[in-house]
C-alpha cells in the first residue's frame, strides 16, 4: 500500500520519501513500480520521460531520519497498534512541527495512534483502497484530538491528487469496511446453512445483483487471512456485536492455508484444469439470496447513517467508489423502498430470533413517517 501512495503523491509532483525498516521491501516495491509505470506509458497512456521524472521524485531508504523537513507523512506499515505507536513517537521527533502525522490504517483507532505523540492534533486518517493509484476512494478519519487545521490540509491535499474523500468518524471499520461486513458474513452463513453453495450465490450477488464479483470470488482475492482477520477486527471492535460475527467456514479455510488466489485454493480452486461447482441458477433461490444479503447491506449503510458516521452521500460514494458496489446502498434503498427494507429485515428476525437480524432505529423510523434518504 505504501509504495501505492508513494506513486499518487509522487504522481502529483510531490517529492516522496518512502521508507521501510526491511530495504527488501523498499526495493521490491519500487521495481514493481517500474513495471507497472513501464505497462502506462506502453499504453500510451504516459510518457516515457514524465515516467523517469515521476521516479526520479520518489526517493527510497530504510532510515526514518530521511524524513526531516517533511510536510506529510503517511504510513503504511504492518497493521499493528503498539508497532505504529512507537513508529508516531519516533517521527514526531524527526520532523518539524507542523508536518501532519497520517495513518493509512484501515481497522485501528486513529485517537490511540494519536495519543502516543506529543502533538495529537497533527494526527488524522488518511485511509487509501488498494490498488492506490487506481481506486478513487479516500476516507478521511480525525481523531478526537485532530485540530480543525490539520483535517483542513490533508483534505486539500488528497483532492489535489484528484481523489474522492469521504469524511467519516474515528470508529470500527470506519466506512467501507464497517458496511461491507454483510456482503461476506451473510453470504457466508447462507452457505453454512446450507441454502445455497458458493457458485449460487456468487451468480445470484453478480448476475442478479449486479455486483462486479460474488462474495466467495471477492474473498479468494481480498485472502481469506485478511478477510477474516477484519471481519474478527470489527466484531471485537464492535464489543461482539453479533452482526459483524466472523464465521469458522471461513476460520477454518484461513487456518488450512486456503487463502484464495494467492495460494491457488480458497473458496474455490485455482488448480489448472480444476472443476468448479456449478451455479444452480434457480430465479427464486436467486433472488432470495440477492435480497437477504442486500437487506443486510443496506441495513447497515442506515445503521452508519443513525450514528452519524459519515453523511449518506459519503456512505454510498464510499461503497461505489471504494468498492465498485453498482449503486449506493441508501439510493438502492429508496428504490426497493424502506418500508420493504424493514420488512426483509423483520422476516429474517422473526425467523431466526437473532440480534444480528435487528432493524436500524433510523430505517423503522423513516419507514413509519414515510420517509426516503433522497426524496
Ligand atoms: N493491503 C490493503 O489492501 C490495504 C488497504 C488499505 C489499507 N491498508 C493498510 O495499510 C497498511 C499496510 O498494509 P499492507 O497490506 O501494505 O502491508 P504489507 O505487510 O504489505 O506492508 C507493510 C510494510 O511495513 C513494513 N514495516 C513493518 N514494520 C515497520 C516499521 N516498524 N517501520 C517501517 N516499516 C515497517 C514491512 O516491512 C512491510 O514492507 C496497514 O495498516 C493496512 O491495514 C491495507
Redesign the pocket.
Known amino acids: ?4 501512495i508513494a506513486q499518487v503523491a509522487a504522481t502529483y509532483g510531490h517529492e516522496v520519501v518512502l ?4 530495504m527488501k ?2 526495493e521490491k ?1 519500487m521495481a514493481e513500480m517500474q513495471k507497472a509505470l513501464a505497462r502506462v506509458v506502453e499504453k500510451g497512456k504516459m510518457t516515457e520521460q514524465a515516467k523517469n521524472e515521476l521516479l526520479a521524485r520518489i526517493y527510497s531508504t530504510d532510515k ?1 531520519e530521511d524524513y526531516a523537513g517533511s510536510h506529510l507523512i503517511i ?6 497498534i503498539e ?2 505507536k ?2 508516531f513517537a519516533k517521527l514526531e521527533t524527526i520532523v518539524d512541527a507542523n508536518c501532519i502525522l497520517a ?6 483507532s486513529i485517537a490511540s495512534i494519536a495519543a502516543a505523540c506529543q502533538k495529537p492534533e497533527r494526527v488524522i486518517g488518511i ?4 490498488p ?1 493509484p487506481l481506486m478513487k476512494l479516500v476516507e478521511i478519519i480525525p481523531a478526537v484530538q485532530t485540530s480543525a487545521e490539520t483535517l483542513a490540509k490533508a483534505k486539500e491535499i488528497i483532492d489535489s491528487w484528484e481523489k474522492l474523500t469521504v469524511l467519516t468518524k474515528d470508529t470500527p471499520g470506519f466506512i467501507v469496511n464497517r458496511v461491507a461486513r454483510p456482503f461476506y458474513g451473510e453470504a457466508l452463513r447462507i452457505f453454512e446453512e446450507g441454502l445455497a453453495d458458493i457458485a449460487t450465490i456468487d451468480w445470484a450477488m453478480t448476475t442478479l445483483g449486479g455486483f462486479r464479483m460474488g462474495p466467495f470470488t471477492l474473498m479468494d482475492y ?1 485472502g481469506n487471512d ?1 478477510n477474516y482477520t477484519v471481519t474478527e477486527t470489527v466484531f471485537t471492535a464492535f464489543y461482539y456485536d453479533p452482526r459483524y460475527k466472523p464465521t469458522f467456514t471461513q476460520k477454518r479455510l484461513a487456518e488450512a492455508g486456503y487463502l484464495g488466489r494467492k495460494t491457488g485454493r480458497g473458496h474455490y480452486s485455482y488448480a489448472e484444469g480444476a472443476v468448479q461447482v456449478e451455479a444452480n441458477k434457480d430465479e427464486a433461490l436467486g433472488q432470495l439470496i440477492l435480497n437477504r444479503v442486500l437487506a443486510m447491506l443496506i441495513n447497515e449503510a442506515a445503521d452508519a447513517l443513525f450514528w452519524n458516521i459519515a453523511s449518506k452521500e459519503d456512505i454510498d460514494l464510499a461503497m461505489t467508489n471504494g468498492v465498485n458496489y453498482p449503486k449506493g446502498l441508501l439510493k438502492w434503498a429508496d428504490e426497493i423502498g424502506v418500508q420493504e427494507c424493514v420488512n426483509r429485515l423483520d422476516v429474517l428476525y422473526n425467523e431466526y430470533h437473532e440480534d444480528r437480524y435487528r432493524c436500524s432505529p433510523l430505517l423503522r423510523k423513516m419507514a413509519r413517517e414515510g420517509k426516503s434518504f433522497y426524496k
Open positions: 500500500m505504501g509504495s501505492g521508507f521501510d525498516s526491511n521491501a523498499v516495491a526514518m504510513e503504511a506499515i504492518i497493521e499493528n508497532v505504529k512507537s513508529v495513518s493509512n490504517t484501515s481497522s485501528l485511509h487509501f483502497f488498494n492506490a481480498i485478511i
